[in-house]
C-alpha cells in the first residue's frame, strides 16, 4: 500500500508539471485564490487521511494533490529564477531546497514521535495547522501581490 500512495503523489506531480507547461495560468487575483485554495485543499486532505480506511480513495487523493502541487512548483520556481538576480540563484535555489528537502527529516522525526501515540491526531492537527496557515497567508497583502503579479507578468514565466 505504501508503495501505491508513493507512487499515486509522484505520478499526480509528473502530471501537473506537465499541465503547467500546457493550460493557461489563472490570471489577476484568481492565482492568489487558486494559490491559497490549494493550501487549503493539502490541508484538508491530510487532516482526511486521519479517518480514511481505504488505500483507493487515499491514492485518489494523493494524485489530486500531487497534480496541484505539480502544477504550482513550476510556476513558483518559474517565477522566483526569473525575478532573482542571476548572481543570487544559486543562493536562492540553495534556500528553497533546504527549505523543500531540509525539513523534510525533522518533520518525520516529530511525526513518528506522534504517531506512536495518535496517528489521527496527527493528521487532523497537521491539516488544521496547514489550512489556519493557508488562510493567514490569503490575508497578507504580500501573497496577494504575489500572485498578481505571477499571474500578470508574462516575462516573469517565460523560459530564457
Do not use: C
Not at 59 to 79: D, P, Q, R
Request: net charge positive; charged share 10%.
Amino acid at each position: 500500500a505504501f508503495g501505491l500512495l508513493m507512487s499515486a503523489v509522484a505520478g499526480g506531480y509528473l502530471l501537473g508539471i506537465l499541465l503547467a507547461g500546457v493550460l493557461p495560468r489563472p490570471k489577476g487575483k484568481a492565482m492568489s485564490a487558486f494559490l491559497v485554495f490549494l493550501l487549503i485543499s493539502f490541508g484538508v486532505a491530510l487532516a482526511l487521511f486521519g479517518f480514511i480506511r481505504s488505500t483507493w480513495l487515499d491514492f485518489a487523493l494523493l494524485l489530486v494533490l500531487g497534480i496541484g502541487n505539480g502544477y504550482i512548483a513550476i510556476l513558483m520556481f518559474t517565477w522566483m529564477q526569473a525575478n532573482t538576480p542571476k548572481e543570487m540563484l544559486g543562493r536562492m535555489m540553495s534556500m528553497v531546497l533546504l527549505a523543500g528537502s531540509g525539513l523534510i527529516p525533522i518533520s518525520q522525526a516529530i511525526s513518528g514521535a506522534v504517531i506512536r501515540h495518535n496517528m489521527e491526531g496527527l493528521f487532523i492537527v497537521a491539516g488544521i495547522l496547514i489550512v489556519l496557515v493557508a488562510l493567514w497567508a490569503g490575508l497578507q497583502p504580500g501573497v496577494r501581490a504575489f500572485g498578481e503579479e505571477l499571474a500578470a507578468n508574462p516575462q516573469a514565466l517565460a523560459s530564457e
